[in-house]
């Protein structure tokens, strides 16, 4: 590795193209498949476990799954109101996809899948569509009213295309925000071990430590960009849900 920045490069694994019109499957996406695997999985024992299994002195998994679904339902509560619970799967799904994508990256001969900005853009692009599309099926052409601030006339031929541009402009702030977090911590990661293979036997032992805390770190941004990610998701959703707000 050359470059701090290598460690985000896609490498392609294997190609199979097949047909007159070159359809092009990639390996590499075994990752990805791998992360929705697992989403499925914590949704179904989830689900099992509200419907079924639950018990009155939780297991440790119970304990856990309870734990995430309070904490979302928290932040649906806080952010969205009561109107925001029918959506609470999506949001768990969210939650769960940017926590796992965060958590395998820091694997070994893993990489930084919420680092590649294109991926989260695409989704964070996506959701924003998708609330915009719940707005207007919601409130109609009344939900157009969000983009028209209480102000003189005058002002609003200047702040109805700052307001369009301010809603337009979600997409990327969420989708920049958890790219940036992510690239910074894991190139301060490649930065310091490969500092450290380069230092001598009695000095690394004790900047083992540094690295340690810093990987340690890391951990603590995965699960914090996961819940900063689905808390602007939430605070957008509301304005989807509220009339009362446009």
């Known amino acids: 590795m050359f470059s701090p920045l290598e460690q985000f ?41 509200l419907k079924k299994k639950s ?17 979302i339902q928290n932040i649906i509560k806080q952010q969205a109101g009561v109107r925001g619970y029918k959506y609470i799967s999506l949001v768990y799904c969210i939650f ?22 294109i991926n989260i853009f695409f989704l964070s692009f996506t959701l924003i569509i998708g609330l915009f599309i719940t707005g207007l099926i919601n409130f109609g052409f009344n939900f157009f009213k969000i983009f028209i601030p209480e102000s003189p006339i005058l002002l609003l031929l200047i702040l109805i295309p700052i307001e369009i541009f301010s809603y337009i402009i979600r997409a990327f702030s969420i989708a ?15 930065i310091v071990s490969s500092f450290l293979l380069q230092l001598s036997v009695i000095f690394l032992s004790i900047l083992s430590i540094l690295l340690f805390i810093i990987f340690t770190l890391e951990l603590g941004v995965a699960v914090l ?22």
């Open 9 to 49: 490069d896609l490498i392609m694994l294997k190609q199979i193209i097949y047909t007159k019109h070159g359809l092009l499957l990639d390996l590499s996406i075994f990752h990805m498949i791998l992360i929705l695997f697992f989403i499925w999985y914590f949704m179904k024992r989830l689900l099992r476990t």
């Open 55 to 71: 018990r009155l002195i939780p297991s440790s998994w119970q304990y856990t799954q309870e734990l995430i679904y309070e904490a």
């Open 176 to 190: 920049i925000r958890l790219s940036a977090n992510i690239m910074a911590g894991h190139t301060l990661v490649v």
């Open 96 to 117: 769960m996809t940017i926590l796992l994508c965060n958590l395998f990256s820091l694997m070994p001969f893993s990489f930084a899948l919420t680092s590649q900005i």
């Open 225 to 246: 960009q996961a819940y900063v990610f689905t808390v602007l998701f939430v605070i957008y959703l509301k304005d989807s849900l509220w009339e009362a707000e446009h």
